[in-house]
């Protein structure tokens, strides 16, 4: 089955710095690669995802990039500011009916003023 | 108008009881989950159905057993709980099963002592 890794586990910067987040996947059939950040007490909302056929993807402060040969996708924020702490997770998923998506361990963010 | 809505948000119960957590969504969704987030955040798929049927059951064990009476309701039962259930408990639903974006709802606490 698949295997998500995710780094770093924390990850802190000041305000208006760039944060870069790491995953690495195992299953090749996977097409699908949505990120999600958790705020404190809620549910995990998603913030960008991407698909196999597209390397890259951005929505304004926030890009995701795909290489499918490396199985590797990143997370990244620009322009940091103190409502982007959080934890943040990335997730693979082949689309396939029967599976769900799996998820890394997440990445706690710390962006202080 | 919440999206995907848990109830209880917090749940402490004695070792051995039997206890439910409802979910409902109104996205008009046809897949639902059940996710366990555990206290270092790992987030684990432990069930999911599509409009009624099971189509997901990883090792989870006897003592869970989800009901789905309609495909916008997905409910967890869990008897004799034991210490190591307690976690936080997310409901979320899909357009698709496999894939696609999903709404998670806020969680549900469960702590059992």
């Known amino acids: 089955g698949e295997n998500v890794e995710q780094h770093p586990s924390t990850l802190s910067v000041q305000e208006g710095d760039s944060a870069v987040i790491k995953c690495t996947y195992s299953d090749s059939a996977s097409n699908y690669f949505p990120w999600y950040k958790q705020e404190l007490g809620k549910g995990p909302q998603l913030i960008i995802d991407?698909?196999?056929?597209?390397g890259e993807k951005k929505d304004q402060r926030i890009a995701v990039t795909l290489n499918k040969t490396a199985k590797h996708f990143s997370l990244h924020i620009t322009e940091t500011q103190p409502e982007d702490s959080a934890v943040y997770f990335c997730a693979a998923s082949d689309g396939q009916a029967g599976t769900a998506l799996i998820f890394g361990k997440g990445t706690t963010l710390s962006v202080s003023s | 108008d919440t999206a995907v809505s848990q109830t209880p948000k917090y749940l402490v119960t004695q070792m051995g009881n039997d206890k439910s957590i409802k979910c409902e969504q109104n996205?008009?969704?046809?897949?639902m989950y059940w996710y366990k987030q555990d206290s270092k955040k790992f987030l684990k798929i432990m069930f999911s159905?599509?409009?009624?049927?099971?189509?997901i059951n990883e090792t989870v064990p006897n003592r869970f057993s989800p009901k789905s009476p309609d495909k916008a309701h997905l409910n967890l039962h869990i008897n004799s709980l034991e210490l190591g259930d307690s976690a936080v408990y997310f409901c979320?639903?899909?357009?698709?099963?496999?894939?696609?974006?999903?709404?998670f709802g806020s969680g549900t606490r469960l702590t059992v002592v």
């Open positions: 996205l008009g969704h046809d897949t």
């Open positions: 979320a639903s899909s357009q698709n099963p496999g894939g696609g974006g999903y709404t």
């Open positions: 991407i698909r196999s056929n597209v």
């Open positions: 159905y599509n409009n009624k049927e099971l189509i």
